[in-house]
Structures are given as C-alpha cells and as structure tokens.
C-alpha cells in the first residue's frame, strides 16, 4: 500500500485517514484514537486542516459542553487532535500552528470508585452464574494484579511464569510503554490455572489466555461485565473499578504508595496519591510524633 502524506490543505477527513495509516502502530490505546479521528472526521468533514483557528475549537467545546460531555471526553478529543496535528508539523513538515494548544479544560481528580471485599464476592457469583465462561477469571486476575483490561485480554501463555508467580508484560503491552513485571498471589494464579484448564478442555490452543469457544481471543467483555454487575446489584462500577478496587484494598491494608505505584505500573507517584486518603491512621500517626514536643 503505497501511503501518500497529505499537506495542510488537506481536509480533516483525509489527514486523519493519513494520520492513523502512519502514526497508527506507534499510538497507544488505538482503538480510541481511531474512534476519536472518525469523529472529527465526522464533525468537520469538507474543512481544510489549516483553516481550523482557535475559535473554532473553542465553539466546538463549548458545544460538547452543553451536550454533557465532561471535560475529561473533551480533552481527550482536543488531545487527539492536537498530538495529530504535532506529529504532521514534525513528520511531515507541515508549517502551520496548532490550533488546539491551550485549550485544555480544568479537570477534577477523577473517578475513584471501588467495591468492597463483600461486593467483590457477589460479582464473582454473579460472572460464575452467566455465560462467559471467562468472566469470573478477568475479575479474579484484575482484582488481584491490578492489570488493565487490554493486558489482561491481551495477556500470552509465553508472559506467564508460574514458577516464578510473575507476569512479565513488555513495554509494547503497557499504557506507560515501560516493562512490567506484576507479581501474582494465589488468587490470581488459580484465576490463570483455571482459564488454562478450561482451554485445554475445549481443546483450545492459542497464545492468549482469554479464549471463547470457537477459539478466537475475547476482544469484549463490556457487556458480560454490566449484566454481572447488574445480578449482583452493584452500580456505577466499571471495568477499569476493578483495577481501582486493588489499589483501594492494597492502601487501606497499609501497603504504602510507592510500592502501590510499582504494582500499578504508575510512572509518577502523584497518580498514585489519588488513594492515599485510604491509608489507616496515616495523618493521625503524623501529628502524633508531635505529642511530647511541649511536655512539661
């Protein structure tokens, strides 16, 4: 397929499609950029890419805005665009300004919700009474490493040392593009020996661990999880929860945050600060040192 780069006279529609053919293997999270790049597509179609201004895209905010979408789904969207638009300048030498820098929105902390240990039990006896054989084991295997959807999904009988209790996942597997290795409890290895087993009794071979029936990798698991939660009552809980929940588990046990970082895979112990407020008796430890201070 012989790619030809566009230059910004182009419209939205045919630097995107550039875009993705070129910079496509490099980007993390694909899927998203792509669903991303077809709605700009979408939303400005016949526009050439340097007569976008800043005025337009704040217009646009503005719009997504009053449609409910949260600052976070807008940024991302801007993001996009603006890492599309930087790649052209620098890729292709494009000599345009981007009109999409500074135009971030104010973001909250984020979301942090987690279930307790009790909640987590009623999910497994949900996923176990549905029909994705493979449920129950994600949530095992994500409560109990904190791996994100895709490298749990993505995860590879060669990335399993059972001998060692270790998953080894390489850099081209992580949102952080860095090398992990994610340590694996009892817990965790069952939720892998049981997806083994079950391949094996399906008469299953493949590299990745999270089959279906016919044999092809599970690629979604959005809608088994929702109905499980649903069973189980639980609501407003996510897939990415899971992930949230172990390191909610693990801080509140007392496990302190850089080693909390390490297991997530954070590359900034400020992402990880976001639970620190879960620590038992963390601040009331810290003012205690002062008690004797002015004993008399």
């Not at 719009?63 to 789904?73: D, I, M, Q, V, Y």
């Not at 999409?100 to 987590?120: D, H, P, Y």
């Not at 080894?168 to 090398?179: A, M, V, Y």
């Not at 399906?202 to 590299?207: I, N, R, V």
Request: aromatic fraction near 6%.
């Amino acid at each position: 397929m012989r790619i030809v780069l566009p230059d910004p006279t182009c419209t939205v529609s045919e630097f995107f499609t550039a875009y993705i053919a070129t910079a496509g293997r490099d980007l993390r999270g694909l899927h998203r950029v792509r669903w991303i790049c077809d709605h700009w597509s979408k939303r400005f179609p016949d526009v050439v890419v340097s007569s976008i201004r800043k005025r337009d895209l704040s217009l646009y905010i503005e719009e997504r805005r009053l449609a409910g979408k949260s600052n976070g789904t807008i940024n991302r969207e801007i993001s996009v665009l603006s890492a599309a638009i930087n790649y052209a300048v620098k890729r292709w030498d494009w000599n345009i300004i981007n009109p999409a820098r500074g135009l971030l929105l104010k973001q909250s902390e984020g979301r942090l919700r987690w279930i307790t240990e009790q909640e987590a039990r009623s999910l497994l006896q949900a996923a176990r009474s549905g029909d994705a054989p493979h449920l129950e084991d994600f949530i095992r295997l994500a409560l109990h490493t904190g791996m994100r959807r895709n490298e749990i999904l993505n995860l590879e009988h060669a990335r399993i040392d059972l001998p060692g209790n270790r998953i080894h996942l390489s850099g081209d597997q992580t949102k952080s593009g860095r090398r992990r290795i994610i340590p694996i409890n009892r817990i965790a290895r069952e939720a892998i020996q049981n997806r083994m087993a079950w391949n094996e009794s399906q008469g299953l071979t493949h590299t990745r661990l999270f089959l279906q029936r016919n044999g092809k990798p599970v690629v979604q698991i959005n809608t088994a999880f929702k109905n499980a939660t649903q069973r189980a009552g639980i609501e407003d809980f996510r897939i990415h929860d899971l992930r949230h929940t172990f390191a909610s588990w693990l801080v509140s046990s007392g496990v302190p945050l850089p080693e909390v970082r390490d297991l997530l895979g954070h590359s900034s112990i400020r992402q990880t600060e976001r639970y620190a407020h879960l620590a038992p008796g963390r601040l009331e430890a810290a003012v205690a040192v002062l008690d004797c201070m002015t004993c008399t």
